[in-house]
């Protein structure tokens, strides 16, 4: 046995999983397929990728003196800030030693004669171990639209999440952005300030929110840190681990004036609030939410100039807040500019991609660097794309046919040894401090297993369907789950992927918790461990 652990991935969850697992004293390797750490961080270096949770508040709780010495610029930090962060965690706690870079799993195989993994590398290499945790990450695997003629482009072409680490330039040049979902909110707005002439080419309108980021002063960092306590504690009580959560009354319970005043503070406060702070019921109830929707779209007609524009970005076929809500920093302005054109391809769908640029039903128009913000084959993606398969061979992906099959999120039936970080069934919210939880669990885990000479975990049928179950019937009742989204598992751009599944836990984050640990308060006795 080459190690007693493998982690995929070095981003925030195999970080801090190599520290635990070390401090086990465990023999580990991270296999991570970029040149460095950091993940998303890594990876998604377009213009304007920055956090939309509160800087501190995603940052890493367990270590003190890492709270102490990082001082944090802005209250939604840029990429280049956060990736600064995690290769100084990789610094501090020396953790580049057990991590092997440019090394992409294309392989992973369960072996039933010495309950033990051999995972294989596109390079061909080969290791064995006795651990797999997967550490890949819910939104890691981006997807290219399905458009003839993609190869065809003479001019420059990227996608957000696979930008070139030298950056381009987009100063005078003609630019399309193909995407208005998160990536392509931040980008859009970016790229405007320099580009000649701007082309946003928009199948699905998202319902976005000011961000209003700010920078942080000395003092305001000190008051931060003396707060970090009470903040990770609020962080652990709240809905999602955001410092936000919902306020206790329904929409309608309070008259319009005071309902009209609630909203203008959600959407003069910094971060997610709109979203995560709002009255209970808008996220369950239509005409609650109807009531929100109402009130965004009027904000977004007042910001655009052009009513005909305005109405081509309120959508129409979701509501507010039951897709990912992307946050912005003077978004809609961009669509006052005269150098800027809005493209609906519902109305004038994109044909293909031609050598000089993009021809649409109605013309062609010349482009010299086209961008893809067309997201992720989120949650069960990144794992699709590794050849997985467990005991008596059978494949991960055949497991997950119609929608995955968890226990907590964490363990598959028919998958011994293999751990699960944010897998699908998981508790998403704010993702370090959900990765901070898995990660714990996962090493106490392997820690009762070690301490009792145990070699093998697998999860029990029963406690599967339970748990799968479980999280189905959470998602009853949500307006999200009646949408086409990443979250209900949707992606026209990935074959097999046009059926709404349940791909994500959407109770509590405290909730999740105190099942997880009842579980493992009782000695882990629902999972079958020899």
């Known amino acids: 046995m080459d190690y007693d652990a493998i982690v995929i991935g070095a981003g925030i969850s195999g970080l801090y999983q190599l520290y635990r697992l070390r401090e086990l004293g465990m023999k580990v390797r991270v296999l991570e397929a970029g040149t460095g750490v950091g993940g998303t961080w890594y990876w998604n270096r377009y213009p304007g990728a920055r956090f939309d949770s509160e800087s501190y508040s995603y940052a890493y709780s367990f270590s003190k003196e890492l709270l102490e010495e990082w001082n944090w610029k802005e209250h939604f930090a840029p990429q280049p800030e956060t990736l600064s ?89 003609r630019v399309a952005v193909i995407g208005t979902g998160a990536t392509g909110v931040q980008t859009i707005q970016e790229v405007v300030k320099t580009a000649g002439h701007l082309t946003v080419f928009q199948r699905t309108p998202n319902w976005c929110a000011p961000l209003h980021n700010g920078k942080i002063s000395a003092d305001e960092m000190r008051e931060i840190r003396a707060g970090y306590p009470e903040m990770f ?24 004036e005071e309902r009209e005043a609630f909203f203008e503070k959600l959407y003069g406060d910094k971060g997610f609030g709109i979203w995560q702070g709002n009255f209970r019921d808008v996220l369950v109830d239509k005409t609650a939410n109807g009531l929100l929707s109402d009130f965004v779209a009027r904000k977004i007609r007042s910001r655009v100039k052009d009513q005909k524009v305005a109405e081509k970005l309120i959508p129409k076929n979701h509501g507010f807040g039951t897709r990912r809500v992307p946050l912005e920093t003077k978004y809609y302005e961009v669509y006052n500019q005269p150098n800027v054109e809005l493209v609906d391809i519902n109305e004038t769908p994109i044909e293909r991609i031609t050598p000089n640029g993009i021809k649409t039903s109605d013309t062609e128009r010349a482009f010299d660097i086209i961008i893809y913000a067309t997201g992720f084959d989120a949650i069960t993606g990144s794992f699709d794309r590794i050849d997985i398969r467990g005991a008596q061979g059978q494949r991960l992906k055949d497991k997950w046919q119609g929608g995955p099959k968890t226990y907590l999120g964490v363990q598959v039936e028919g998958f011994p040894n293999m751990l699960m970080l944010m897998g699908p069934h998981t508790a998403l919210g704010n993702i370090p401090r959900s990765i901070e939880y898995n990660v714990e669990w996962v090493t106490g885990l392997i820690r009762y297993m070690r301490e009792h000479n145990l070699t093998r975990v697998d999860a029990r049928p029963e406690g599967v369907k339970s748990w799968t179950d479980h999280v189905i019937a959470l998602g009853q009742g949500l307006l999200s789950n009646e949408v086409d989204s990443w979250m209900t598992g949707i992606n026209r751009n990935v074959e097999g992927k046009q059926v709404r599944t349940v791909a994500r836990y959407s109770g509590s984050a405290p909730a999740y918790r105190a099942r997880c640990n009842a579980v493992a308060a009782d000695g882990y006795r629902e999972l079958a461990l020899s």
């Not at 651990?131 to 003839?148: K, N, Q, V």
């Not at 410092?243 to 329904?250: S, V």
Request: glycine share 6%; hydrophobic share 30%; charged share 25%.
């Open 85 to 173: 962060y995690l290769n100084h965690v990789a610094d501090k706690f020396d953790l580049r030693r057990d991590i092997q870079f440019k090394s992409r799993v294309a392989a992973a195989h369960y072996q039933d004669e010495t309950s033990s993994w051999d995972v294989t590398l596109e390079d061909g290499s080969k290791y064995s171990t006795r651990f797999l945790i997967t550490a890949i990450g819910p939104l890691s695997a981006p997807t290219m639209p399905r458009i003839e003629g993609v190869e065809s482009f003479k001019g420059q072409s990227c996608h957000t999440a696979r930008w070139p680490h030298e950056g381009v330039d987009f100063a005078g040049k």
């Open 233 to 256: 504690k609020r962080c652990q009580e709240t809905f999602a681990c955001f410092l936000h959560t919902p306020d206790p009354r329904a929409t309608t319970e309070v008259t319009p």
